[in-house]
């Protein structure tokens, strides 16, 4: 996989007050040169719908129904290695620099389109994990070739907006079980805390397996 440096610019101006943050542009996004442009991605059409917009088209009605109501957007990651649109295969990743946007910006709420893929992509970055499970009784064949890394992770968030985390591992042999969970704990409450700037109350490691080296497969 060759590293993807992300190719569009955030959308913001001086009035922003919400930004809007992302994982890292699919491939018919890059392709389009914006933001969710798969025509099957429906984050426009729900933006639309709640603003009471009509859906935007074009890149420039889109930037103007987000700047009209006061909405940046972005996303988390500046580049990485990725494979097609496969959140479950970024590897390297280069968090953005959003002091860029935040100096020129009043932000005042920020919102994570999928958070469960900030997080598992923290889990990932983390040495010894092999990837991320769907469930516990999960095949390996089908782990590695799954197409969304959030599949491994649970968020939900309580009434004071704490959230609490849940993530199903596969580890690597030869790691200890016990310092790995502690590795992704801390990963995934730095990561979500530094992006989100909400409370990580408490964050769940179930290790649901070991992956062997290839040669041992055989």
Excluded at 8 to 25: H, K, Q, T, W, Y
Excluded at 27 to 40: D, L, N, T, W
Excluded at 72 to 96: F, K, M, N, Q
Excluded at 171 to 182: D, I, P, Q, R, T
Aim: proline share 4%; aromatic share 6%; hydrophobic share 45%.
């Amino acid at each position: 996989m060759e590293q993807v440096t992300h190719p569009i610019a955030p959308v913001f101006d001086e009035n922003s007050r919400i930004l809007i943050l992302g994982s890292f542009p699919s491939v018919k996004s890059r392709e389009a040169a914006f933001f969710y442009g798969h025509p099957q991605n429906r984050f426009w059409k729900v933006v639309s719908g709640v603003l009471g917009c009509d859906c935007p088209q074009t890149i420039e009605e889109k930037c103007t129904m987000l700047l009209a109501h006061h909405i940046a957007l972005w996303d988390v990651i500046a580049s990485c290695r990725i494979e097609g649109s496969s959140d479950s295969s970024i590897r390297d990743a280069v968090p953005t620099d959003l002091s860029v946007l935040l100096a020129h910006a009043p932000i005042r709420a920020v919102f994570c389109n999928g958070v469960s893929s900030v997080a598992a992509m923290a889990v990932l970055e983390v040495e010894g994990v092999c990837g991320l499970a769907s469930n516990l009784g999960y095949d390996i064949a089908e782990m590695l070739g799954m197409k969304s890394a959030a599949k491994g992770v649970r968020i939900v968030s309580d009434k004071e907006g704490r959230l609490f985390v849940e993530c199903n591992v596969v580890a690597n042999f030869g790691y200890s079980v016990f310092e790995l969970a502690k590795n992704v704990q801390d990963a995934v409450r730095s990561s979500l805390e530094s992006v989100t700037g909400l409370n990580v109350a408490k964050v769940n490691v179930n290790v649901c397996g070991i992956a062997l080296p290839r040669e041992s497969r055989k």
